[in-house]
């Protein structure tokens, strides 16, 4: 285990840590950074995050936050057949066209039985800077996706 170090005031006067470059508002989101979503099962998150998504892509704003410039978007769906992601995008969007947001469904594909080289080199190649993976556990190995409580 990593001891913890102590640094005093004057130190972290000194060193401060790397600039924050914000996607969404301030700190809603930011590079490098993470956000989960998670509430009651049919509350509408993948419709916010799929709008969040759109948001990014776009470069307009979400929910009042300013988005700062429109950035390539990787929206990685295990919930939903390609027919029913692209429903519930012309339902929403019907007017909006967007070569910014790359959007992919996957049933029964876990994160893991894909090599992680590959999976950063494709999101490389396609200069991603957010990805959304929705939902998180359908992704993983021995998760509890099939549990009825998730």
């Not at 007017?95 to 996957?106: F, G, S």
Request: proline fraction near 7%.
């Amino acid at each position: 285990m990593k001891d913890f170090i102590f640094h005093t005031a004057e130190w972290y006067r000194a060193n401060p840590p790397p600039t924050v470059v914000p996607l969404i508002g301030p700190y809603l989101l930011v590079e490098e950074g993470a956000m989960i979503v998670f509430g009651l099962p049919e509350a509408g998150k993948s419709y916010l995050v799929l709008q969040m998504a759109t948001c990014l892509a776009s470069g307009s704003d979400f929910l009042y936050f300013p988005v700062r410039e429109a950035v390539n978007v990787a929206y990685l769906q295990g919930e939903l057949s390609q027919a029913e992601l692209q429903k519930r995008w012309d339902c929403n969007f019907p007017d909006v066209a967007l070569k910014r947001l790359h959007m992919c469904t996957e049933f029964g594909k876990t994160l893991d039985s894909i090599s992680p080289n590959t999976f950063i080199e494709h999101l490389n190649s396609l200069e991603i800077r957010a990805l959304i993976i929705d939902p998180v556990h359908e992704f993983m190995s021995g998760s509890a996706s099939n549990d009825e409580h998730t």
